[in-house]
């Protein structure tokens, strides 16, 4: 008999939804007894049922309201003068007018090959910066080859042109860095990637923290809660350097110029000193808690940004002055124009060159105008030579300057209309070309495209290797690439700054239900705000870490974190000091309407459990190894096409 009734009882409690009923009064306690009172209301006093229908109105309003709009309904911003436009990101373009090609000008080419674009061999150009970073970038990469280059080549010969090739080689790295920064959406990528990895990051301190009473325990419980989610590059230090070596080879096709890839030795160079000497310190630089803690008062300190003390420094070309070329002897590894020019036989292998790479009509224009020249600078001219001249400049500006030409090539447009006026003008004007620029001009152009884009590429291609080995062991180096997946991504419900915030409010602050409830329920109305919000602040937090003093002064840290080893570090009380001031800053960046409601005492155990997990370095690493994986990937999307089939990055070990 009993357990019929229980059963009975069950299925009674089932019909009912009971459970139900009491998931939703535990999750809305106010409306729930708000409701209660107005049905016992409408009981009792029933004889004022209309009055009451006021209030159970208002009650079907809101509950219809709620109903019908539903979490994903939101409000947009209505902070109206704040806006934020993002970048529109498309394919990754190194230059603003797209991938135009180095002889004609055109965006999409398809004549010449894909892989001749001006902006592929020098990505520095038109990249300026001010003199006093490029100073100080200059005085960092000189440092990398005094320290790791240098020591041991000196022993090897007095040649400087080795070297020289390094520069130009770390030079191309560092701008093609610093476009790809540029076209990608910073703020974008913090509030929507580097901010969500972040969130998985607290909870693994929130928990450890749980396990363990003492602060000193907080990193080795951190790293244990990981688990199996532990960065590869954590595991050891050697790990840590073979993780980047690998990450390193897989970025070579995108930082290092065409064709590079092809010579094994420069290769592992390059692989040494990037992942060894730059990005191994770099990275221990930035887990050090001090630079964490010098960071953190750089974003969250409201007070005015400390102004420059001396005029902004005139602009200059990116890393110019770097890669100027110390060696003054005559080179194996680089080849001059006019030594191509005065043999034969080299003269012979540069055109097929240029006849594979579809721009043997560059070097005829550099011929047809040399005659040019020769000819119209003769003193006196008659009737039918400068007919012939005339005849001869409009075949020029027919063939080398429309645009419907096969053989177009790009010149400024007022080199284009001055002999676009002559061609087309009376044939006796052409003596005016003795004293005009632009003919001489679009002969500059051409020989510095010459001697700056072919040259080179001749100097490395197969062509110039076949005459000078024979053939000799001519195979192409089939290297396994394997895509850098994302070691770290954590998938989770949360997205933008306002879930964000409610997160850490629930985890790390413990806000009660009510706020969490309220929290919620205003979400609709200000989430976009907010997100527009940070948006926009975090752009100008990043204008003014990007400010020249600024920079200057990250970079001045850098290089003394790396190399002044003979220098005396940051003082323990200097570091002490600034890890007092961080915490501080934090204490007062949150708001008081939020101490109001959680208390003192919260606040203050839920900065210090985030300021304690900040001063953990191999945490910091842990994080740091997390968000570059995820720059990377958003710096070189290309990275996600290498190979479909995703493996392992242990599989690398």
């Known amino acids: 008999m009993v357990p019929w009734v229980r059963t009975m009882g069950q299925k009674l409690k089932q019909r009912l939804r009971l459970d139900v009923g009491r998931e939703i009064c535990r999750q809305y306690p106010l409306f729930c007894f708000l409701l209660l009172c107005l049905s016992a209301a409408s009981l009792l006093l029933n004889r004022y049922i209309h009055i009451l229908m006021i209030f159970w109105s208002f009650v079907a309003g809101v509950v219809t309201f709620y109903c019908s709009l539903g979490p994903d309904s939101l409000l947009p911003n209505i902070f109206f003068t704040i806006k934020y436009k993002p970048k529109q990101l498309g394919l990754q373009e190194l230059f603003p007018q797209g991938h135009s090609c180095a002889v004609c000008g055109k965006v999409k080419c398809k004549r010449h090959r894909p892989s001749l674009l001006l902006e592929n061999y020098q990505p520095w150009l038109d990249l300026k910066i001010s003199s006093k970073v490029d100073a100080s970038l200059s005085e960092v990469l000189e440092l990398v080859l005094e320290n790791f280059v240098y020591p041991w080549y000196r022993d090897v010969t007095d040649d400087e042109s080795f070297v020289d090739e390094l520069r130009i080689t770390l030079r191309f790295f560092a701008s093609v860095l610093i476009r790809r920064i540029h076209k990608v959406d910073i703020p974008s990528i913090i509030t929507k990637k580097l901010l969500k990895a972040a969130m998985k ?26 688990g199996p989610e532990l960065h590869v590059a954590l595991r050891s230090r050697r790990d840590e350097l073979h993780y980047l070596r690998k990450l390193t080879e ?37 887990a050090d808690p001090d630079t964490v803690n010098h960071l953190l008062i750089i974003f969250i300190d409201d007070s005015p940004p400390e102004k420059a003390t001396e005029p902004a420094s005139p602009l200059v070309p990116f890393l110019q002055k770097f890669a100027e070329p110390r060696n003054k002897k005559p080179s194996v590894l680089k080849l001059e124009l006019k030594q191509i020019r005065e043999q034969q036989d080299l003269l012979f292998r540069f055109m097929n060159f240029l006849k594979q790479e579809g721009a043997v009509h560059v070097l005829q224009f550099c011929l047809t105008v040399e005659e040019f020249n020769d000819r119209i600078l003769r003193p006196e001219l008659s009737n039918d030579e400068m007919l012939s001249l005339h005849e001869e400049l409009q075949k020029i500006y027919k063939t080398y300057c429309l645009d419907e030409s096969i053989d177009k090539i790009r010149f400024d447009p007022f080199i284009v209309e001055e002999i676009q006026r002559i061609a087309e003008g009376p044939y006796i004007d052409v003596v005016k070309l003795q004293t005009m620029r632009c003919l001489f001009e679009a002969y500059e152009h051409v020989l510095s495209l010459l001697e700056n884009v072919f040259t080179p590429m001749f100097c490395h291609s197969d062509e110039l290797f076949n005459d000078l080995f024979k053939n000799n062991a001519n195979r192409a180096e089939n290297t396994e690439r394997k895509q850098n997946q994302n070691y770290f991504m954590e998938v989770m419900t949360v997205e933008g700054v306002y879930d964000y915030l409610m997160y850490v409010g629930r985890v790390v602050f413990q806000v009660p239900d009510w706020l969490h409830h309220l929290l919620m329920g205003t979400r609709i109305l200000f989430k976009n705000t907010l997100e527009m919000y940070t948006d926009y602040y975090l752009q100008c937090k990043l204008e003014q870490l990007f400010q020249e003093h600024r920079l200057v002064s990250l970079i001045t840290l850098l290089r003394d974190a790396i190399f002044c080893e003979n220098t005396e570090p940051r003082s323990l009380q200097d570091k002490q000091k600034g890890a007092k001031q961080t915490f501080e800053e934090m204490m007062n960046y949150i708001p008081d309407l939020l101490v109001k409601c959680i208390g003192e005492e919260t606040k203050y155990e839920s900065i210090r459990l985030l300021f304690d997990g900040l001063q953990q370095p191999v945490l910091n690493k842990q994080l740091t190894y997390v968000l570059l994986d995820i720059v990377i990937q958003e710096l070189f999307p290309e990275l996600n096409k290498v190979q479909k089939e995703v493996t392992s990055v242990t599989s690398w070990m």
């Open 250 to 286: 897989l970025l070579f096709p995108y930082i290092l110029p065409p064709k590079a890839t092809d010579c094994r030795s420069l290769t592992l160079l390059i692989r040494e000193i990037l992942s060894g000497s730059v990005f191994l310190p770099s990275l221990d630089f930035l």
């Open 201 to 226: 990051h607290i909870e693994v301190i929130v928990k450890a923290r749980q396990k363990v009473k003492n602060t000193e325990f907080l990193q080795q419980a951190a790293l244990e809660e990981y």
